[in-house]
């Protein structure tokens, strides 16, 4: 294996993939090897790359498959070959899906490139770097739910108790004596205290002893 890391580098967008190259390719930990603007060219020009990429930076929003698709096909040509997602989306959703299909890191595309840098090495050291704005999805997911009783109020515990025996907000308000536009106000409160956004998730917190 060379002295520097075999790298490849998928992306779109010719400006941000220009910059990506300029940089990595003159950082003497990394070669850069192969360069694509989607998932199906980096596979036809894999044969070609004078080393097997030993890292791979991909877009998520690519022409064609996009990266979290890509991770799959990616680790079956490469089985050794790590893979960073990097994207404008900080969503959970995304972010999952992302871990799930075997990526080991997930950058927002504002990450400056010195923290790419780091990133990329990071995993070299088998960790699994992410934004800060990343990272707070992860800790907010795996942190233990309050349970209602802990953080609303009287009022709001009798919103929602109402709301979980199926009334709608109209009879809510007529059982608590308030207006309409209150029971909404409160609503949109306990969404906020609960950090949860419909009656679904609602229904699945831990309930009030």
Known sequence: MPTAIPLAIIEDQPTI???????LAAQPEFEVVLVAGSIEEFLDELPHAPHPPRLVLSDIGLPGLTGIEG????KRQLPKAEVVLITVYSDA???????????VGYLLKSTMLRDVKAGL??????GSPMSPAIARHVVRHFQPMPAPAEVLTPRE????????EGLSYRLVAERLGISLNTVRTHIRRVYDKLNIRSKAELAVRPRPE
Do not use: K, W
Request: glycine share 6%; net charge negative.
């Open 71 to 74: 991770v799959a096909r990616i």
């Open 17 to 23: 993939r220009q910059s990506y190259v300029t940089y």
């Open 93 to 103: 959703e995304r972010l999952f899906q992302a871990l799930c299909a075997g990526a």
């Open 157 to 164: 515990l009798q919103l929602v108790q109402a709301i979980e």
């Open 121 to 126: 090495l990071e995993v070299l050291d088998g």
